[in-house]
């Protein structure tokens, strides 16, 4: 089946940077990409939705500023964590719409510790 | 977007089926039903997605009641490698187009342990 790349898988970063994780979907073109964030022993929570060429759309409570999410291509997606703060560790969950049927695909997160 | 109940947990043998049956009293008529599987520390993992009635893929059984106001997912014959968490979620389908967008909404998952 299809793949949903992220990148990195895990990262650990200290207090006030900023990180980048990166969603690509290896064999399909992706007109929109979901990004979630999953706490311990909780569901997935929907940060934004983002399309190719757009800006994102980010659901509420969640800080635009904050989470910079760049959706340049059709193949690609990234976001930005900046000044994280160690409230941000979680694991990221990416997920992309096949362009050519429809289907979702989800990625296989990124766990992110802040120190 | 309707909102799903499902069990917190369940507990089940190793080889038993296993039926877990998800609330979606406000389903849409334009709402699909879908399950997702996720181990700790992994992206969910689309299992069965289904409109009406009931669907059968080599993994799992969807069944869905003429009013669609549930559904019930069928595991047959669960191993120890079942265990997980696994979610029913409702999706609008907004129409598909360049840049539609067919949002997935999580609740709180139903737990599965399976023993030996």
């Known amino acids: 089946g299809a793949v949903v790349s992220q990148h990195p898988s895990w990262v650990i970063c200290k207090s006030g940077t900023s990180v980048k994780i990166e969603c690509r979907s290896l064999d399909f073109q992706a007109t929109t990409m979901f990004w979630y964030r999953q706490f311990p022993k909780q569901s997935l929570m929907l940060m934004a939705t983002?399309?190719?060429?757009?800006?994102?759309?980010?659901e509420q409570g969640v800080e635009k500023d904050k989470f910079l999410i760049n959706h340049a291509s059709l193949t690609l997606s990234t976001l930005t964590v900046t000044s994280a703060h160690p409230e941000d560790s979680s694991f990221y969950i990416c997920?992309?719409?096949?362009?050519?049927?429809?289907?979702?695909?989800f990625g296989e997160g990124s766990r992110l510790t802040v120190l | 977007l309707a909102k799903t109940t499902q069990p917190i947990s369940m507990d089940s043998y190793e080889g038993q089926e296993v039926n877990i049956t998800c609330s979606h009293n406000?389903?849409?008529?334009?709402?699909?039903i879908t399950w997702y599987q996720q181990f700790p520390s992994q992206g969910p993992r689309f299992i069965i997605q289904g409109y009406k009635t009931k669907v059968t893929n080599e993994v799992a059984s969807l069944f869905i009641p003429a009013d669609r106001k549930s559904s019930t997912l069928s595991l047959p014959r669960v191993s120890l490698s079942d265990t997980a968490v696994y979610y029913c979620l409702v999706a609008r389908r907004w129409g598909y187009s360049g840049a539609g967008s067919y949002q997935l909404t999580f609740g709180k998952g139903t737990k599965l342990s399976v023993i030996p």
């Open positions: 997920s992309a719409r096949s362009r050519a049927s429809g289907e979702l695909f």
């Open positions: 406000n389903i849409a008529t334009n709402d699909y």
């Open positions: 983002s399309n190719e060429g757009s800006k994102a759309t980010y």
